[in-house]
């Protein structure tokens, strides 16, 4: 298989895993109903952790899946060609926001909240304020990051792929757990933009809007993330 086949595959099953325990928290009549932030931010990490795995399955033996981290990557090696990475990435979390909407396909019309539907799909601030949300999405990246990269420099390559996915999704769920409350912790642009341009485009039963004047921010925040975690590591660590 090829990297971008691997990237492609491990954002779809990221997205379909993760936007999947929110839509089974908040749409009407799922058997997970109600059942909190702990359930979602537990079903993020577990994405992350698997979506790692599918991706090294299926040809990228780094298992980005996630824009943020390629350009960090990409900033730390110099090698340009990982970019193409990107939107095979962005492809696999509009794929994997698709197979969801089907998925809960009956739970669409039982939902009147459009809040709760486009929060299926990507995240929203719960308190609106363009500086304070671009901080968390910069802060909270910038946290996975550096946990990413400093759980691989303590761990051997053999042993890294192994149980570095194990260990990356439980640094997303601790990011989730404590800072998620904010902004829903994006911290990934192919995780929120590919799936709220599928929000936008389906047919889903009684949605609203899928709040585009929000949208960069969980785009430029993990993108100056990449260069602030790129900055620790050259003249810091």
């Known amino acids: 298989m090829h990297p971008l086949v691997g990237e492609f595959m491990g954002t779809l ?13 908040l749409l009407s009549k799922t058997k997970g109903n109600n059942s909190g932030w702990i359930v979602i931010a537990t079903g993020w990490g577990f994405a992350v952790m698997v979506g790692v795995f599918v991706a090294g399955a299926f040809g990228s033996a ?28 962005f492809a696999g979390g509009f794929v994997g926001a698709i197979l969801v909407w089907l998925h809960y396909l009956p739970h669409w ?7 709760a539907k486009l929060a299926v799909f990507c995240t929203g601030p719960a308190i609106r304020n363009t500086s304070a949300n671009l901080m968390s999405e910069i802060i909270g ?4 990051l550096v946990g990413v990269g400093s759980i691989f420099a303590k761990i051997s390559p053999a042993l890294a792929v192994g149980i570095g996915p194990y260990l990356v999704g439980v640094l997303v769920w601790g990011i989730g757990l404590s800072l998620g409350g904010t902004t829903g912790y994006a911290i990934n642009p192919a995780r929120d933009l590919a799936p709220r341009i599928a929000h936008a485009i389906l047919p889903i039963s009684g949605k609203g809007s899928s709040d585009w004047g929000y949208a960069w921010i969980p785009v430029v925040g993990p993108c100056i993330a990449a260069a602030l975690a790129w900055a620790l590591f050259k003249f810091v660590v």
């Open 13 to 25: 099953v990221l997205v379909l895993l993760g936007d999947g325990v929110v839509a089974n928290v």
């Open 62 to 89: 780094d298992g980005y899946i996630n824009p943020a981290v390629t350009l960090w990557s990409v900033m730390g090696s110099g090698d340009t060609s990982k970019l193409a990475m990107i939107p095979a990435q």
């Open 109 to 115: 019309k039982e939902t009147q909240d459009k809040c």
């Open 141 to 144: 990246t910038t946290l996975l």
